[in-house]
């Protein structure tokens, strides 16, 4: 099976830093994209940034200028480095990978099981 492991979530002031790293692993053929989401109280879950395997990215509106994704792919890590925090900022942050388990087998949604960031003061 597959199994992606999130860390460096955790309480940060305002104005502060954090980054999170999310470790793919199992029986993976291939990964086409991994990306970050989170999910505010009463929100709905969002984009916060993807990265594809060619290294394209995609970043959400509210996070551009603060926010860097970046993956190692020889690791199948993701990492989401994040600066000048808001207390908006505050949500569980879930990794997700569209992967592959084998050739020509359909690609796949993956996720973590989400990792607490709280920026307040």
């Known amino acids: 099976q597959v199994q992606l492991v999130e860390s460096g979530g955790g309480l940060v002031q305002p104005g502060g830093s954090l980054r999170l790293s999310c470790a793919a692993s199992?029986?993976?053929?291939?990964?086409?994209?991994m990306g970050w989401y989170r999910q505010a109280p009463g929100k709905q879950r969002e984009l916060v940034a993807a990265i594809t395997s060619g290294g394209s990215t995609n970043y959400a509106d509210s996070v551009k200028g603060r926010f860097t994704i970046a993956r190692d792919h020889a690791k199948n890590t993701v990492y989401l480095q994040m600066i000048s925090l808001k207390p908006e900022d505050t949500a569980v942050y879930y990794c997700?990978?569209?992967?592959?388990?084998?050739?020509?087998?359909?690609?796949?949604?993956?996720w973590g099981q989400g990792i607490q960031v709280t920026v307040s003061s």
């Open positions: 997700n990978a569209h992967l592959r388990l084998g050739l020509g087998v359909p690609p796949t949604n993956y």
């Open positions: 199992g029986s993976i053929f291939s990964i086409n994209a």
